[in-house]
């Protein structure tokens, strides 16, 4: 079985773009969240969502947008990009909505220049 | 608010006993999970316990816990060099709407 897969791997964007990066769960696992993961820190929440509605939103402002389609596989939005985005973005996936098992992928290393 | 403080830095000879610990604030976690991060690569779940258990074993790894003190610690068993990574400590309401708050991890470096 395929693991958590997010595309694309590496991305170089200017300030002020926008961004989308894709996550596609486990097959089964109806339960998608987000981090963003600064070089040197832990991961930190963004969103989670399951059944196609937002269950959870960390500290984050309103450039970041997320949602999460009906096979489960689900978007990270990013608008007006700052330098400090520069991050490596985690999609996890989880079968049921409580983070039980959370599984993660290989994430998206993004580079706001 | 809810806070996961983990040692920056283990150094431990190849084929001896890694200890990582980690700390929490957040008295109503459900679940503690340990990850592994290698270098460029995401979170590998290692393993997780339930707040009302003690202990869990898993192989060459041991999870304990002391929810009084709110105390985790990760123990490898026989240490090798494919366990050099990072490795975080994670907890949860198990609900889901919070997400899981990590700490900052803590680099395991083997020793030959």
């Known amino acids: 079985d395929a693991g958590v897969t997010q595309s694309p791997t590496h991305l170089i964007k200017t300030r002020g773009q926008h961004v989308t990066l894709r996550c596609s769960p486990i097959?089964?696992?109806?339960?998608v969240s987000w981090y963003q993961q600064v070089l040197g820190q832990g991961p930190q929440f963004i969103f989670q969502?399951?059944?196609?509605?937002?269950?959870g939103r960390g500290n984050f402002p309103d450039r970041f947008s997320a949602r999460q389609f009906p096979n489960y596989s689900s978007e990270l939005n990013v608008n007006a990009l700052l330098l400090g985005d520069s991050a490596l973005y985690l999609c996890?996936?989880?079968?049921?909505?409580?983070?039980?098992?959370?599984?993660f992928g290989q994430g998206t290393r993004l580079t706001v220049v | 608010g809810e806070d996961v403080e983990q040692s920056l830095f283990l150094s431990v000879r190849e084929g001896d006993s890694s200890v990582i610990n980690c700390t929490y604030t957040?008295?109503?976690?459900?679940?503690l999970y340990w990850y592994k991060q290698e270098p460029g690569a995401g979170l590998q779940l290692l393993t997780y316990?339930?707040?009302?258990?003690d202990m869990k074993q898993d192989q060459r790894l041991t999870v304990l816990l002391n929810k009084k003190d709110k105390h985790l610690s990760l123990r490898i068993a026989d240490t090798q060099t494919g366990d050099s990574a990072i490795y975080f400590c994670?907890?949860?309401?198990?609900?889901?709407?919070?997400?899981?708050?990590f700490g900052k991890g803590t680099h395991l470096i083997i020793q030959p």
């Open positions: 994670a907890e949860g309401p198990g609900g889901g709407a919070d997400g899981l708050t």
């Open positions: 957040d008295s109503s976690s459900t679940y």
């Open positions: 969502y399951y059944e196609k509605e937002e269950r």
């Open positions: 996890a996936s989880s079968p049921v909505s409580a983070n039980t098992e959370a599984f």
């Open positions: 097959s089964g696992h109806k339960s």
């Open positions: 316990i339930f707040s009302n258990m």
